[in-house]
Every structure is written in structure tokens, then in C-alpha cells.
């Protein structure tokens, strides 16, 4: 059977076609579109811009077609912090499933750790982790995740995504990212972590794996560093290199990072803050590296539709 996922996330709209068994899906083809609905997601009352949600609406409605002229037996539109957090998201949700012919579901924070957890767990990569620390950092969320004998024990969704903390910290203009701005954003990914339950610090050994563009975006940038293509750069991120970009990116202006070899331009705004993110969260967890990760949220879908969820 073949199915296909499209992804509503904050920061990107994603699509999947793959196929194959629920723990070993295939992929048939993929794409991404920057839509960044989430702008105004830091706001105390955090609602959908027009011009971002007609982006979303777009890029869904592309995508679903596309997965039917693939050949696409079940497809599934999902949405995520920012839409759920959105005072206008129902509205955003009833004008995709008009233009989509298909009714978006809206994720809750377990919901969406959870499937993630389950894409990552298809990657082959993993094969010899049974167990393993996740984060996956979006626009508008961090999900924090412990996977042991095949399932989810802990999930929980903090709302530590990029968008909404440039848009606290630093706005997005913000030329070069502002010292303090860091500081207060480290201090504050490290509080909401240490109240969130999750069991701190990562044990010894246990691998810990990180998903989300940022990663990939750090991923993107040492694989042109190298000359390489991304899959095949290193996987294992240390922390290092990420506070080298961190330095590298923050220290200059959003000009100025669009022309970084391997970054995506739409991504200059809010790279330093991510970045920060990242470090705050290793600083905070106890661990110095992430096996980075390809497969998350969609692939999770993926893997729901084909066992027949």
C-alpha cells in the first residue's frame, strides 16, 4: 500500500509518499515548502497571519494532489504547535480541508512527540538504539522524548520552538542576535527542561537524537563545509559545532547569514536563536552530541497510515 503525509508545521509544510511495512516505510518521494505560518506564535494571545496562512493552504493543497496523482491510497494532513495554539487555527484547519478535500488533524503535544518518536524509530540508523533520548525542535515547540522497549515512556511538548523564541528573545531583525537576548533564552529552555519531568540528565550511553530543520540546517551547512551531499555527512552533531555556528551566525546580520553556504535564506531570522536552543538543551540535559535524524513527524504518520491507523 502507498501512503503519503503532509505535514503543517510551524515553520515548514512537508509532504511524504512512501510505502512498504509500518516499520520499514519507503520512501517514494518527498518535498518542503517554507510557508512560516507561525509568525506572531510569541505573542501572549498567539494568532495565524493571513498572508502565512495562504501559504499553508497553498503548499497543503499542492501536496495533496500531488499524493494523488502518486498513487496515494490513504493520506493524512497533520498540523502542530502552531496551529493548535492559534486562536484562529480552526479556522485555518476548516480552509486546508476545503482546499485540500481532506480535514487536517490537529495534534496534541503527545500525539506529535509520539509519532515522532515512531518515525525516528524507522530510520536504520537506529537500528542498534533500542533506547534513546529524542528532540525535535520546530518553530513553535520543542518535543522531548524517551523511547525504551519499543515505545514512548515519557513525551512532552514544551513551547521552546524558534519562531516563538526569536520573537521573545530577539526580534527577528534583530541584527546581530543580542548577548543578553542568548543569555535569557538559555536561562529560560534550561528552566522550562528541569520543570518539565522528563528524567535528567540523559544516562551515560544512551544515544540521544535530534530531528527538526535546525539540525538538518547545521547538517546542510558541514556537509557543503565537506564538499559532501547531506546523507552523506557525518550524523553524530557535536555540540562544538554548534556553538561555532552559533558564534559564526550571531555575530552578523540576517543579510549577511543568507549568503552562509548550505543555510536556506528563510531560516536566517531565527537560526541563532535555534541554535541557542540546541545548546541550552545539551547544557541542561547533560549530553555533548545528537545523532541526527531524517525521520520524524512524517514518517511517523507514514508508519501509522501503513499499519492501518
Request: aromatic share 4%; hydrophobic share 45%; glycine share 12%.
Amino acid at each position: 500500500m502507498r501512503v503519503a503525509a503532509v505535514d503543517i508545521g510551524s515553520n515548514s509544510i512537508k509532504l511524504l509518499v512512501a510505502e512498504g511495512a509500518p516499520g520499514s516505510p519507503v520512501e517514494v518521494a518527498s518535498r518542503a515548502a517554507e510557508a512560516r505560518i507561525s509568525a506572531g506564535i510569541g505573542s501572549g494571545a498567539p494568532r495565524l497571519g493571513e498572508e502565512g496562512m495562504r501559504r499553508g493552504i497553498a503548499a497543503a493543497k499542492a501536496f495533496a494532489e500531488e499524493a494523488r496523482a502518486l498513487g496515494a491510497e490513504r493520506i493524512a494532513i497533520v498540523a502542530t504547535s502552531a496551529v493548535r495554539d492559534a486562536s484562529n487555527g480552526p479556522d485555518f484547519r476548516a480552509r486546508v480541508a476545503e482546499a485540500a478535500g481532506l480535514e487536517p488533524r490537529i495534534l496534541s503535544g503527545r500525539q506529535e512527540a509520539e509519532l515522532i518518536a515512531r518515525g525516528i524509530a524507522t530510520d536504520p540508523l537506529l537500528n542498534d538504539a533500542p533506547r534513546f533520548y529524542a528532540f525535535d525542535l520546530g518553530g513553535g515547540s520543542l518535543e522531548c522524548i524517551r523511547y525504551a522497549g519499543g515505545k514512548v515512556d515519557f513525551a512532552t511538548s514544551l513551547p521552546l520552538g524558534c519562531v516563538r523564541l526569536t520573537e521573545r528573545f530577539a526580534e527577528p531583525s534583530a541584527e546581530p542576535f543580542p548577548e543578553e537576548g542568548r543569555i535569557a533564552l538559555s536561562a529560560h529552555v534550561r528552566s522550562a527542561l528541569a520543570s518539565s519531568g522528563l528524567p535528567l540528565p540523559v544516562p551515560g550511553g544512551i544515544p540521544v537524537v535530534g530531528t527538526g530543520g535546525t539540525l538538518t540546517t547545521v547538517r546542510a551547512i558541514e556537509a557543503r563545509r565537506l564538499g559532501v551531499p547531506l546523507p552523506d555527512s557525518p550524523a553524530t552533531i557535536a555540540s562544538g559545532l554548534i556553538l561555532s555556528l552559533l558564534a559564526r551566525a550571531g555575530s552578523v546580520s540576517v543579510g549577511e547569514r543568507r549568503r552562509i553556504a548550505g543555510l536556506q535564506p528563510e531560516r536566517a531570522d531565527v537560526l541563532p536563536a535555534a541554535l541557542a536552543t540546541l545548546l541550552a538543551v545539551t547544557e541542561a540535559c547533560g549530553f555533548a552530541e545528537y545523532r541526527h535524524s531524517l525521520r520524524n513527524l512524517r514518517w511517523g504518520v507514514a508508519a501509522q497510515l501503513l499499519g492501518g491507523a
